[in-house]
Nanobody, 125 residues
Framework: VQLQAFGGGVVQAGGSLRLSCVAS????????MGWYRQAPGKQRELVASITSGGVTNYGDSVKGRFTISGENAKRTVYLVMDSLKPEDTAVYYC????????????????????WGQGTEVTVSS
């Protein structure tokens, strides 16, 4: 199972960006997907998450500005980031789990979580 993130970049304060993350592999079920971020010198923190049933959760610093959504059939999660601030500058990581998938022997296995490679978001003042 792999996660691939798209959409990072450089934007001015007050602007918007949209991140996407696609899960690939012989996936049977993903219970939740989401985004975390890590700024230089800081711990990784939750940005937003969404369950397969559509229940969302946001970090306090992004509530009202960021919107997470998902397409279960496409194994894809999106993060629309509006009203960006310089303090939103970070590497954003896609996360998914728990995941049930078929391994090379087509046995059903479970993994607690999988991380994507990260995409950089820079907000200039």
């Amino acid at each position: 199972v792999q996660l691939q993130a798209f959409g990072g970049g450089v934007v001015q304060a007050g602007g918007s960006l949209r991140l996407s993350c696609v899960a690939s592999g012989r996936i049977f079920r993903i219970d939740a997907m989401g985004w975390y971020r890590q700024a230089p010198g800081k711990q990784r923190e939750l940005v937003a998450s969404i369950t397969s049933g559509g229940v969302t959760n946001y970090g306090d610093s992004v509530k009202g500005r960021f919107t997470i959504s998902g397409e279960n059939a496409k194994r894809t999660v999106y993060l629309v980031m509006d009203s960006l601030k310089p303090e939103d500058t970070a590497v954003y990581y896609c996360n998914a789990g728990p995941i049930n998938y078929h391994n090379d022997g087509y046995e059903m296995v479970a993994v607690a979580e999988v991380w994507g490679q990260g995409t950089e978001v820079t907000v200039s003042s």
